[in-house]
């Protein structure tokens, strides 16, 4: 990715360092998009961290303080906390500023964070789809919005200038950038990642529970698809503990057609239906196919797993507290 000929913004507030706010302020110093990045994040353990890796350039105690001056302001907390960012960024918010948030939850984002932000300020809410099971300012790198997609959720009457210089921001740290309904975003992402993930933790969950075999063989014996699961289900609890709680009407919907399938599903292995078997895994392959297509995912095997070659386990993110 290119360096911008000019920055975007003059300067960049990250609300949270954790992976998505570390990548944001990777990507947006390597590629020349900011003039400044200011931060703040809740426990000092990560603030020490982040001026360590010289992820900002000035890191405050307080949001507010780190908030204040900012022409672009993005909220990396997770969903439950952004109301109260809110409320503390307030009153210090730069007129003209654009404000915004990445979190998997819209509908409820503007919710919480419209009625205590000004009317001097433009407020954007965002989601880029990227990530890992990572977490803290340590596991963010520059290239993890490259060729993903970061959705737009502006509010009706919002600048359109605001959103256009928010959407080039977001095309300079690699993404594609779709601008979408609040309410439609949360009933997408439901389905696509949401109840993908409480599934994953559920899956895991009752392998743990299983009294026919030992945690050990669990963990020696994972085949692909419960390893994968695994992987799901080691993404931060916080954060999706208050995307299940802030999207619930729309998981709810998604469980409730998931749980309709899987009676067919159900019913065609216990009668031996081996067409509706064969005719449902024959369009689910069809879905994978068309992700790869569309360069969402790898085509090599075992999603581009290396074999023949022991490298050594990554090493563990470090505990930092939630942002």
């Known amino acids: 990715m290119p360096e911008a000929d000019k920055p975007i913004f003059e300067r960049l507030a990250l609300i949270g360092v954790g992976l998505i706010g570390s990548s944001i302020a990777r990507a947006a110093r390597q590629r020349g998009l900011v003039q400044t990045i200011a931060a703040s994040a809740r426990s000092e353990a990560t603030r020490r961290r982040v001026a360590e890796l010289?992820?900002?350039?000035?890191?405050?105690?307080?949001?507010?303080?780190?908030?204040?001056?900012?022409?672009?302001?993005?909220?990396?907390?997770?969903?439950?906390?952004?109301?109260?960012?809110?409320?503390?960024?307030?009153?210090?918010?730069?007129p003209g500023a654009v404000v915004s948030d990445v979190g998997s939850v819209k509908a409820a984002i503007i919710h919480d964070m419209a009625p205590h932000l000004p009317k001097s300020v433009h407020f954007v809410p965002a989601h880029p789809v990227a990530g890992t099971e990572h977490s803290g300012p340590d596991a963010g790198f520059a290239e993890l919005f490259d060729n993903r997609w970061c959705i737009l959720t502006p509010v009706n009457g919002t600048d359109p200038?605001?959103?256009?210089?928010?959407?080039?921001?977001?095309?300079?740290?690699?993404?594609?950038?779709?601008?979408?309904?609040?309410?439609?975003?949360?009933?997408?992402?439901?389905?696509?990642?949401?109840?993908?993930?409480?599934?994953?933790?559920?899956?895991?969950?009752?392998?743990?529970?299983?009294?026919?075999?030992?945690?050990s063989e669990?963990?020696?014996?994972?085949?692909?698809?419960?390893?994968?699961?695994?992987?799901?289900?080691?993404?931060?609890?916080?954060?999706?503990?208050?995307?299940?709680?802030?999207?619930?009407?729309?998981?709810?919907?998604?469980?409730?057609?998931?749980?309709?399938?899987?009676?067919?599903?159900?019913?065609?292995?216990?009668?031996?239906?081996?067409?509706t078997l064969f005719d449902l895994f024959t369009r689910t392959r069809a879905i994978r196919r068309s992700i790869i297509e569309v360069g969402q995912e790898t085509a090599e095997p075992d999603f581009g797993r290396k074999h023949g070659v022991k490298e050594p386990p990554a090493p563990l993110p470090r505990p930092y507290a939630s942002d």
């Open 54 to 94: 010289k992820l900002a350039d000035q890191v405050f105690d307080t949001n507010a303080e780190a908030a204040k001056d900012a022409d672009l302001v993005i909220v990396c907390v997770p969903v439950g906390a952004c109301g109260a960012v809110a409320v503390e960024i307030g009153p210090v918010l730069k």
């Open 161 to 215: 200038e605001a959103v256009e210089r928010l959407k080039a921001f977001w095309e300079a740290l690699g993404s594609n950038v779709e601008i979408m309904d609040a309410q439609h975003h949360d009933m997408v992402l439901a389905i696509t990642s949401h109840v993908p993930h409480l599934i994953a933790y559920n899956i895991v969950h009752t392998a743990e529970h299983l009294q026919q075999v030992t945690e």
């Open 218 to 275: 669990v963990i020696k014996f994972s085949a692909g698809g419960f390893r994968d699961f695994t992987r799901i289900a080691a993404s931060d609890p916080t954060m999706w503990r208050d995307v299940f709680l802030h999207n619930k009407e729309a998981v709810l919907e998604m469980l409730g057609r998931f749980s309709e399938d899987l009676a067919v599903l159900t019913r065609a292995i216990r009668y031996g239906d081996g067409k």
